[in-house]
């Protein structure tokens, strides 16, 4: 019935995001602690870069928080399209008045 599994604790994708934050952060401990102080800085380098998923694993307990990253995430596609037509607005006025200034300012006035 609705008892909880591992395979339904993995169909979320915040599941996920919180699952690897945490093993990350245990593979990071037992680096620490298992290989000496050269090596474990090296491998250690790996790890603290997943650390940064820590703030992510506390936003998947907050709904507010949840619906705010995905509408900013949805978001991304049409500020693309957006960054676009900009660039293509600049590119179009720099040409324009490239030809209207036309090496006018080669020489004093």
């Keep these: 019935g609705d008892t909880p599994s591992v395979v339904g604790y ?4 915040w599941n996920w995001i919180d699952f690897v934050s945490a093993i ?6 037992l680096l620490a602690i298992i290989s000496p ?3 474990s800085l090296m491998s ?6 997943l650390r940064l998923l820590r703030p992510v694993r506390h936003m998947t307990r907050n709904r507010g928080v949840k619906i705010v990253v995905k509408g ?3 978001s991304v596609p049409t500020l ?4 676009i037509i900009v660039i293509f607005f ?7 008045f490239m030809n209207l200034v036309k090496g006018t300012l080669w020489h004093c006035s």
């Design 44 to 49: 250690l380098r790996t790890v603290r870069v």
């Design 80 to 83: 693309v399209n957006l960054t």
């Design 72 to 74: 900013c995430l949805r």
């Design 24 to 29: 990350s952060g245990l593979v990071g401990m």
């Design 10 to 13: 993995f169909r979320d994708a």
């Design 90 to 96: 600049y590119l179009g006025f720099s040409i324009f």
């Design 37 to 39: 102080r050269e090596q």
